[in-house]
C-alpha cells in the first residue's frame, strides 16, 4: 500500500499521535512513545536532484538515482527504528536522495503518520507485512523475540517491493550508522545476489544441530563452498538476481525442513546461512559491528570490535534503550544515546 497522505495541518508537527484503545481483534493497544521532531536534513549542491509528489507524501519509489533502504517497524523495537533513521539521515551527504521501505504488520496507517510526524521530510513508502505467509513456518527459537513473523520479512522483500525496485540495503531496527550510507550502497555484488560483512573464523557448525551434521543429505549443502557466518541484519541486496532465483521458496523449504526435524536453534539466521554462506561478496566489517547486545540467553555486556566503524549493531538480547532506561547502560550504549529521539517524559517499550 502507499504511505496515507499527511495529517491535517492541524496535526502537522504533533507530538503524540493519539490511537483507539482496541485493534480490530479487541485486544488493548498500548499508545506510541512519544518522539520528538528530528531536524530537516536536506541535500547539498553535490547532489542529483530528485523529484517529489508533495500532493500526497506518496514516493516515486522507482527512483533508481536514489539509495533504497528497508527496515521494519513494530512496537518493541520503534524507539530503535527512529533512531536508525535519525542515524542514517544525519551521517549522509544526500538525505533526500535515501528512500525507506517500512513494512509493517499491524497498525499501517497509524505508523506512517508517526514515521511522518517524526520526520516530516522523510522519503518513504509503508508496505503491509500479511504475518500469514509465514507463521505457520516459524519454529521455537532460544528467544521468543527472534519468532516474530517480521523477522522474515527480509526473505519477502523481492516480492512486496515493487520489480522496479532492484536493489535495496536491508538494516535491522537496532543499529545506528555512523557513515555515509552511499558508500554501503556503492559496493558491487559481482554474481552474488547479497553482500555482507563475513565471519570466517567463526564455528558455523553451532547454528546448526547434531540431527542436521549427523544427516549425509542435508550437511552436503556445504559440499564444495568455503561457508562462513554473515548477519543477516545488514545486507545488500540484489532484488533481480533473487526474484529470478527464487530464494524466497529456497528459504520456505529450509524452514519447512526445520518443522519435519529440528536441524537449528537461532530464528531466521540459519535458512539464510544454508542458503547463501559461501556466496555472499564480502563487505567491510566497519559495516556491522554487532554483538552489541550480547549473546541471545544473557546479553551481557559487549566492547567494538578492533577496526574502524560505520556501523554499529546491538544484536543479541540487550538493547540500547532498555539498559539506559533501567540506568544499567553498557559502555558502548552511550553510543546509541545521541540518536534517540524519545521525549525525556515519554516512557519506553521492552522487547
Not at 537496532?174 to 550502497?185: A, M, N, P, R, S
Request: aromatic letters at 12%.
Amino acid at each position: 500500500m502507499m504511505s496515507p497522505p499527511p495529517p491535517s495541518k492541524e496535526k502537522q508537527g504533533f507530538e503524540f499521535w493519539p490511537l483507539s484503545p482496541t485493534s480490530s481483534s479487541g485486544k488493548h493497544k498500548e499508545s506510541w512513545p512519544l518522539f520528538r521532531e528530528a531536524p530537516a536534513f536536506r541535500n547539498g549542491n553535490q547532489c542529483v536532484s530528485v523529484h517529489r509528489r508533495k500532493s500526497d507524501h506518496a514516493e516515486d519509489v522507482c527512483d533508481s538515482s536514489s539509495v533504497h533502504i528497508a527496515m521494519t517497524l513494530d512496537v518493541a523495537y520503534l524507539r530503535g527504528s527512529m533512531a536508525a533513521v535519525f542515524s542514517i539521515l544525519k551521517h549522509t551527504g544526500c538525505p533526500e536522495n535515501v528512500i525507506f521501505h517500512f513494512l509493517v504488520s499491524d497498525r499501517d496507517a497509524e505508523l506512517s503518520a508517526l514515521i511522518y510526524s517524526t520526520f516530516p521530510f522523510l522519503r518513504f513508502k509503508v508496505y503491509h507485512f500479511d504475518e500469514a505467509l509465514v507463521k505457520s513456518r516459524i519454529s521455537a527459537s532460544v528467544r521468543l523475540a527472534l519468532e516474530h513473523p517480521l523477522n522474515y520479512v527480509r526473505s519477502y522483500l523481492a516480492d512486496i517491493l515493487e520489480p522496479c525496485v532492484k536493489r535495496v540495503i536491508y538494516l535491522d531496527s537496532d543499529l545506528i550508522v555512523v557513515d555515509d550510507i552511499v558508500k554501503l550502497w556503492g559496493r558491487r555484488l559481482g554474481s552474488h545476489a547479497i553482500g555482507a560483512p563475513e565471519y570466517c573464523h567463526a564455528n558455523l557448525t553451532k547454528y546448526f544441530t547434531a540431527s542436521f551434521w549427523n544427516n549425509e543429505g542435508l550437511a552436503k549443502i556445504f559440499d564444495g563452498k568455503r561457508p562462513c557466518y554473515f548477519n543477516t541484519g545488514v545486507m545488500v541486496m540484489d532484488l533481480v538476481k533473487w526474484r529470478e532465483q527464487n530464494y524466497r521458496a529456497t528459504i520456505e523449504e529450509w524452514m519447512e525442513s526445520q518443522k519435519e526435524t529440528r536441524i537449528y536453534e537461532l530464528g531466521s539466521l540459519p535458512p539464510f546461512l544454508l542458503v547463501f554462506a559461501g556466496d555472499v561478496e564480502p563487505i567491510e566489517h566497519r559495516w556491522n559491528q554487532h554483538g552489541l547486545g550480547g549473546d541471545n540467553l544473557e546479553g551481557r555486556c559487549r566492547s567494538l570490535h578492533p577496526g574502524p566503524v560505520s556501523l554499529l549493531h546491538w544484536s543479541g538480547k540487550g538493547k540500547p534503550w532498555i539498559r539506559l532506561d533501567a540506568r544499567k547502560p553498557c559502555p558502548v550504549d552511550n553510543l546509541w544515546a545521541p540518536y534517540d529521539l524519545l521525549l525525556p517524559a515519554a516512557s519506553s517499550y521492552s522487547s
